[in-house]
């Protein structure tokens, strides 16, 4: 199973950027998916998750209203899209598949409930 993430960089404070993360050698319709996030000198975090059909998502306090999660179980992507992005935001992130298929949960907010993650890709916000 790997996981392709891509689409990090350096943006000004109220910038945006689109963060796709293709996943391959798995079933990818059949597992919920999320993102997190690891800050210079920080625990890993989470930022957002959604179910396997994209029907039911949801974040962490920080980014709830400026980024949003979707995916597109066609071409095995999922997508964050973040805007208004503030020099808190500035961590690699990470996708990231969660170990057990068909579940999902609001709850599911911690790295151990996914077993396969990307490589990660930084993004940096200057004010």
């Known amino acids: 199973v790997q996981l392709q993430a891509s689409g990090g960089g350096l943006v000004q404070a109220g910038g945006s950027l689109r963060l796709p993360c293709v996943v391959s050698g798995r079933t990818f319709s059949y597992f919920a998916m999320a993102w997190f996030r690891q800050g210079p000198g920080k625990e890993r975090e989470f930022v957002a998750t959604?179910?396997?059909?994209?029907?039911?998502?949801w974040y962490a306090d920080p980014v709830k209203g400026r980024f949003t999660i979707s995916r597109n179980n066609s071409n095995n992507t999922v997508i964050l899209q973040m805007n208004s992005l503030k020099p808190e935001d500035t961590a690699v992130y990470y996708c990231?598949?969660?170990?057990?298929?068909?579940?999902?949960?609001?709850?599911?907010?911690?790295?151990?409930?996914?077993?396969?993650w990307g490589q990660g890709t930084q993004v940096t916000v200057s004010s």
């Open positions: 990231a598949c969660a170990a057990e298929r068909f579940r999902w949960a609001a709850t599911m907010n911690s790295p151990d409930e996914y077993d396969k």
């Open positions: 959604i179910s396997q059909r994209g029907g039911s998502t």
